[in-house]
């Protein structure tokens, strides 16, 4: 998978590890898919993932009730389906264990805790210079710990909602008093029993939020800023 470094590549600082093949940013469903057709083609690669575990975005930072939103059949990966017994609508817990077999079957080994600090392309050379840092604590170690991965091919996996955004709203810091979540870092209604909860927005997460806070006697309302 990894050699020494070509002559003609420039050496980094710090250690430099040279890939005869793809580099993966991402270990979430469409990296773990590339690395299988990969593996499947007899290309050597590396996946590496900021967090501790394979799809950190399903496993961390989805709400307890999520299911797929659309068939299975269009959300399977590449080469391995669901299995038969799965309902139309996989929950959140069966995608990810099911995405933990997919990586178990085709033998997918991400490099765990390692954040990219930067992926440059070298026209000198015609390579990529990927700089990586080990994750401690959730945030990128020392200087000590930087690698660098030098490849022909980057593939980034990192996915659409990898970074929560936040709107700005005038006064929500100095004039509310109560919680202010991100769907993201919603789990399940039960601690809002009882209370009033203001939802904003109407999208996917947003609706079953609300659904999820009614079922659990809390009383949501929803702003839309659309008509």
Same mark, same amino acid.
């Given at each position: 998978?990894?050699s020494?470094v070509?002559?003609?590549?420039?050496l980094?600082?710090?250690?430099?590890?040279?890939v005869?093949?793809?580099?993966i940013?991402?270990?979430?469903p469409?990296?773990?898919?590339?690395?299988?057709?990969?593996?499947?083609?007899g290309v050597?690669?590396?996946?590496?993932e900021?967090?501790?575990?394979i799809?950190s975005?399903?496993?961390?930072?989805?709400y307890?009730?999520?299911k797929?939103h659309?068939?299975?059949?269009?959300?399977?990966?590449?080469r391995?389906p669901?299995p038969?017994?799965?309902?139309?609508?996989?929950?959140?817990?069966q995608?990810v264990?099911?995405?933990?077999?997919?990586?178990d079957?085709?033998?997918?080994?991400?490099?765990f805790?390692t954040?990219?600090?930067?992926?440059?392309?070298?026209?000198?050379?015609g390579?990529?210079?990927?700089?990586t840092s080990?994750?401690?604590?959730?945030?990128?170690?020392?200087?000590?710990s *930087?690698?660098?991965?030098?490849?022909?091919? !980057? %593939?980034v996996?990192? @996915?659409?909602?990898?970074?929560k +955004?936040?709107p700005?709203?005038?006064?929500?810091?100095e004039?509310?008093a109560g919680k202010?979540i991100?769907a993201s870092?919603?789990?399940?209604g *039960?601690?809002?029993?009882?209370?009033?909860? !203001? %939802?904003?927005?109407? @999208?996917?997460?947003?609706m079953? +939020?609300s659904?999820?806070?009614?079922?659990?006697k809390a009383?949501?309302a929803m702003?839309?800023?659309?008509?």
């Open positions: 998978m990894a020494l070509p002559d003609n590549v420039p980094f600082a710090g250690r430099s590890v040279w005869n093949g793809p580099v940013v991402g270990a979430g469409s990296g773990l898919a590339t690395g299988a057709c990969l593996r499947q083609q050597p690669f590396v996946i590496l900021k967090a501790d575990c799809a975005l399903w496993q961390r930072r989805t307890d009730r999520l797929l659309l068939p299975k059949r269009f959300c399977q990966l590449p391995m669901f038969d017994h799965y309902p139309q609508y996989p929950s959140k817990k995608f264990d099911y995405l933990e077999r997919y990586a079957h085709f033998h997918l080994e991400p490099t805790s954040c990219v600090v930067s992926a440059i392309h070298d026209d000198t050379c390579f990529w210079r990927v700089r080990r994750v401690q604590d959730g945030s990128a170690a020392d200087a000590g *930087e690698m660098e991965y030098i490849c022909r091919w !980057l %593939v996996a990192t @996915g659409e909602n990898a970074e +955004v936040v700005e709203i005038e006064g929500m810091e004039q509310f202010v991100h870092e919603y789990k399940c *039960e601690e809002y029993r009882g209370k009033k909860v !203001l %939802v904003v927005g109407c @999208g996917n997460s947003g079953e +939020v659904l999820d806070l009614s079922d659990f009383e949501p702003v839309v800023r659309d008509s």
